[in-house]
Each structure stands twice: as structure tokens, then as C-alpha cells.
């Protein structure tokens, strides 16, 4: 009796056991299937709100966000007319909000500004495909301003402190930079600080007539305010304010950087400030890129010289440079030659801005101004005791642009010998934001999520993975730092192709300057050459003299065309080894 109850029991708990597994097989689905339909509707909510994309990747973000809300800090005022050392240069960053063409592209907004702190989150994906994470890379400055925050605001804290220290007199120079990649918004910001320069600058000189701390400043009364606006565009300068005549840059007997044949024209009122400043704005070069339909592909200069009425002596000066936009290798691979050159000549100068601001943040006696035009033409907003300095870098937060964004903070970052620490460590002493030096980073994944989704069969482990996650999992992933090309331009110096591109431009600029003049002449020779043959087709013919120079002025022809092709065979030679050169350079994107 025992043994038959023993085998009647024994298949009963088996069944149960079986029946347990069903139910919790089922529960699991149906915890799925409730996440699936709870995805859909986070998902709706941001398109809603205007920031589609990823839905894991968002709540990740999100997540992050509310850890670290309560870090930012108010903002404290640069005073750019001390004249103290911290002074000589204030970096800030300005992230701008998603745009159409980004919502339409599923793109979410993956920077986040908490000042002083800007956090760029990449998104990743393990090596299994599934499992994502969040890279957050952060950065500190002067001043960071969010997609909140108004182009007035950037302007309180970066240009208007500026505008009062060259009001000011004395032969100081100052000097207003917006750097970004193409698309970002620079020319945005710098159109709209112009706007405000020219009420501001106006309403500062009509206040030192009055104000007893004005005396011997700048006033209405003793100044005059003239504007020049003139673009540097694939090594060439180009006149915006006069039919976009070529300019050339020169140096005097002391020393002094002179760009000849530039225009200025005097402004008396902002109305006619903000005139010349959209006039030279609609002649500056722009290209469709393949990051951007529309980009600034030249660094347009704006110079407002203030003038001693009489003596036409330079008081002071403030430049408002708006740079071209920045691009990434893989972003020029599909490029012409003229695009590549542009590309190419457009980083150098970068480069060369860079460690010419360095130089000055950290009272360098050797300024390296020389290694491009556009630091040339500054040279004295780099080399005089009274420079000051203002950088605002743009950022645009979409995910597919991270990489761009990255490297935008990285160079904003390193142009201040002084770094910052980092607001988000629990002690505020000094801590880095990030570990500059290696190639090779250890970033603290501090979450993850699985997804496996459109499946009708379902690995019971991978769902295991989407309904369990480890809150306080975090692993060290090993992550490397190559971006592409800005990062290439701010570790190291000009790469061979940079090189032959710049040999490129010098020998373009000579050929096409000897061309010229070839043609002047032969037109004059010409001109000649009929005088010539009505003089020997009347009477009194000297066929003697008509024969000698003939001669002289077919010989003089001669030698012109050997110039001339002397010149141009070294140029054709720059060519082919630019395109040589270029193949290798964009093999690896």
C-alpha cells in the first residue's frame, strides 16, 4: 500500500514542477509583452516632446540627467578689463537645440549642459549587439549656456565685457571667436553678438561723454568707428565689403601686419553698423558639405576700428571672427580637390589658432602666429600685452554627431592652459573631468539595457536580461579615443598632405599673380604691335626700327611664357601629389 501511494505521488509532483514552469514562462511573457507596449508609448512621448530616437538610449540619458540635475551653478561675470591674468581669455560653449532635419533622422539629444559642465552621452553597443551603454564624456569652462538659454545671455558673459575694455582706448585689442563644426550654429551666435555690438558699442560711447570715469576713453566725440569685413577662403583674402576684391597680407619695417587694399567704411549710427555687417555677410563663401547642405567654408573677419577723427590713429580694435566650420576625415572623403584643400587649409588654421591662444592664456614669449594667414592677420590680438579673448564653441546635440561634438569641447578645452576640474566628482579640489593623455580610456559603464525586439520566439536568457537588470552593476570597458580628423590636427602637427596643400596655395597665389601680369603686359604689347604696323604701312618707313623691336617685344613674349610655365609645372607637379596623397589620406574612413 505505502509503495503505491509512493508511485501515484511521484508523477504528481513532476506535473506540478511543470505546471510552475508554464506559469512562469507565461508571466514572462506577458512582462514582455507589457514592456513592448510601454516602449510604444515612452517612444510616442518623445516624438511628442520633440526628441525621437532610441528609446533606451533616451531613459539612459534621462536617468543621468536626474543623478546629476542639481549640479549646475550660477553663472559669474568675466571681467575682461582687469587686465588680471585669468582674464586674458574666457572659453565658453553654447549647445543649440535639435533641429528638423535631426528629429527626421530619429537622432536624440545626447549633450547635456549643466554649468560649467558640458557631458556629451555616445551611445554604445557591446560586442554582443544587444547590451547598450552610455560613454559620458565631460568637459569644463568658463561658461556653458544650454538650449535654453538666449543668445543675449551668451552675450552678457562673453562679448560685452569686451566691447567695454576697447571702448576704453589705451591701443587694446580684443577679440571674439565662434568655433564649431558645420551646422552647429555659429554663425547664428556671431550674427546675433553682432546685433548686439553695434547697439552696445554706440551706447558706451555716447555714456563716456558723460560718465567722469570716461575721460580719455573713447567717446562720440573723439572716435570714429570704421568697418572692415573681409574673408580668408582656401588661403586667399577676399574684400566682403568690396566686391570681393584680392587682398594681400604684408609686413612693415617694425613689424606691423598690413593687409593692402582693404576697405573700411565708417559707421556713425548701428543702423549703418548693422548695414555693412549684413552686406558682408551675404558675399562670404558657403558649400553644400557632405555634413552640412549649407557651410561656411571661409573664416570671415569683422574689424571695428576705432579711429582718432583727426590723425586717423588706431585707438583700439575689436575682431568678430566667425570660422568656418570644422570637419571630421570620413566627412571629406567624398570631396573634390577643391573641397579637400579647403578642408585641409581650414584645419591647419585651427591648429595654428589654437596654440597662438595657448600662447597667450599662458604668457608664452613665443606666439607660432606665422603658421597660417588667419593667425597672421591677428598677430596683434595675439602678441599685444592688452589682448583679450573670448571663445564661444557651438555644439549641435544630436546622437549621430557626438563624435563631432567630442572633439569640438576637446579643442575649446585645450586652448586654456588652466584646467578645470570636474563638478560631477564627489571632492571639488582639482579632480579631471576625463584622462587626456592615453589613447586608450576606462569608462564607468553605469548602466545597461538589453533589447530584443520583433521576435515571435523569444530567448527565455535574453528576456532574463531585459526584466533583471543589475542597478549597481558597473564594469570597466576599455573604449578608444580616435574620432578622426580634428582629433589628428590637435595632437600633432601639419600631416604631409596639410603640407603639399599649403605648398599648393603658395604656388596657386604666385602662378596666378605672374599669370596676371603676363597678360597686362601682352596687352600692352598689343597695343603696341598695331602702333607698330600703322607706322610701316605710311609713308617714312624705318623698317629698320619697326624690325629691332619687333624683335625686343617677341623676345620679351618669350620670356614671359617661360615664366609662366616655369610656374606651372611645379604647381601641375603639387597637383598629382595632392591627389596621390589624398587616396592614401581618406583610405582609412
Request: aromatic share 6%.
Amino acid at each position: 500500500m505505502g509503495r503505491k501511494s509512493l508511485l501515484h505521488a511521484a508523477p504528481d509532483q513532476t506535473r506540478l514542477r511543470i505546471e510552475a514552469m508554464e506559469e512562469e514562462r507565461s508571466r514572462r511573457r506577458n512582462q514582455i509583452k507589457q514592456a513592448r507596449v510601454d516602449r510604444a508609448v515612452e517612444e510616442q512621448r518623445n516624438i511628442s516632446a520633440g526628441n525621437p530616437g532610441d528609446v533606451d538610449f533616451i531613459g539612459l540619458v534621462g536617468r543621468w540627467r536626474e543623478e546629476h540635475g542639481g549640479m549646475a551653478r550660477p553663472h559669474q561675470h568675466y571681467d575682461g578689463s582687469s587686465g588680471g591674468k585669468n582674464d586674458n581669455i574666457c572659453v565658453c560653449i553654447r549647445k543649440r537645440p535639435l533641429n528638423e532635419k535631426e528629429r527626421k533622422k530619429k537622432e536624440h539629444d545626447a549633450v547635456t549642459v549643466l554649468h560649467p559642465t558640458a557631458t556629451v552621452h555616445s551611445a554604445k553597443l557591446r560586442v554582443d549587439g544587444i547590451t547598450k551603454y552610455l560613454d559620458h564624456n565631460s568637459f569644463r569652462f568658463d561658461h556653458s549656456f544650454d538650449e535654453d538659454s538666449t543668445t543675449e545671455q551668451v552675450y552678457q558673459y562673453t562679448a560685452k565685457p569686451l566691447v567695454r575694455y576697447v571702448c576704453g582706448g589705451k591701443g587694446v585689442r580684443a577679440t571674439v571667436f565662434a568655433y564649431g563644426q558645420t551646422g552647429s550654429g555659429k554663425t547664428y551666435t556671431m550674427s546675433g553678438i553682432q546685433k548686439m555690438v553695434a547697439e552696445d558699442i554706440f551706447e558706451t560711447l555716447t555714456d563716456n561723454i558723460l560718465e567722469e570715469e570716461g575721460i580719455g576713453s573713447c567717446s562720440c566725440d573723439n572716435t570714429t568707428i570704421s568697418i572692415a569685413i573681409f574673408e580668408i577662403y582656401g588661403g586667399r583674402i577676399q574684400d566682403l565689403l568690396n566686391e570681393r576684391n584680392r587682398l594681400k597680407v604684408l609686413e612693415d619695417g617694425r613689424g606691423e601686419v598690413v593687409i593692402s587694399g582693404l576697405e573700411e567704411f565708417e559707421a556713425s549710427t548701428p543702423e549703418e553698423f548693422l548695414a555693412l555687417i549684413e552686406a558682408g555677410q551675404n558675399n562670404r563663401t558657403t558649400h553644400a558639405t557632405e555634413a552640412n547642405d549649407e557651410s561656411s567654408r571661409s573664416h570671415s573677419i569683422c574689424q571695428v576700428l576705432f579711429r582718432d577723427p583727426t590723425s586717423r590713429r588706431l585707438k583700439s580694435k575689436l575682431s568678430l571672427v566667425d570660422l568656418a566650420g570644422s570637419e571630421r576625415g570620413s566627412d571629406t572623403k567624398s570631396h573634390n580637390r577643391q573641397r579637400r584643400t579647403e578642408s585641409s587649409d581650414i584645419n591647419t588654421s585651427l591648429l595654428a589658432l589654437k596654440e597662438c591662444i595657448r600662447a597667450i592664456d599662458g604668457d608664452s614669449r613665443h606666439v607660432p602666429y606665422r603658421q597660417s594667414k588667419l593667425t597672421l592677420i591677428l598677430k596683434d590680438s595675439f602678441t599685444s600685452n592688452y589682448a583679450r579673448t573670448a571663445m564661444i564653441a557651438t555644439l549641435a546635440p544630436g546622437s549621430l554627431s557626438t563624435d563631432h561634438t567630442v572633439n569640438t569641447l576637446r579643442y575649446a578645452d585645450r586652448i586654456k592652459e588652466k584646467k578645470i576640474g570636474d563638478s560631477f566628482a564627489p571632492s571639488q579640489r582639482r579632480s579631471p573631468v576625463r584622462q587626456q593623455k592615453s589613447p586608450m580610456r576606462k569608462v564607468i559603464v553605469e548602466e545597461k539595457v538589453n533589447v530584443k525586439e520583433h521576435r515571435d520566439e523569444i530567448d527565455e536568457n535574453v528576456s532574463d536580461n531585459i526584466l533583471q537588470q543589475d542597478e549597481d552593476e558597473k564594469e570597466e570597458v576599455p573604449e578608444l579615443t580616435e574620432f578622426g580628423e580634428p582629433d589628428r590636427i590637435e595632437e600633432q602637427g601639419p600631416t604631409e598632405f596639410d603640407q603639399v596643400v599649403q605648398q599648393l596655395f603658395e604656388e596657386e597665389e604666385q602662378l596666378l599673380s605672374l599669370h596676371m601680369q603676363s597678360i597686362q603686359q601682352n596687352a600692352e604689347y598689343i597695343t603696341e604691335e598695331n602702333n607698330l604696323l600703322e607706322s610701316v604701312q605710311g609713308e617714312n618707313i624705318d623698317v629698320d626700327a619697326y624690325a629691332l623691336r619687333l624683335a625686343e617685344i617677341l623676345q620679351h613674349k618669350t620670356e614671359m611664357i617661360q615664366a609662366v610655365r616655369g610656374r606651372l609645372e611645379p604647381f601641375r607637379e603639387l597637383l598629382r601629389k595632392e591627389e596621390e596623397l589624398s587616396k592614401k589620406h581618406y583610405d582609412k574612413y
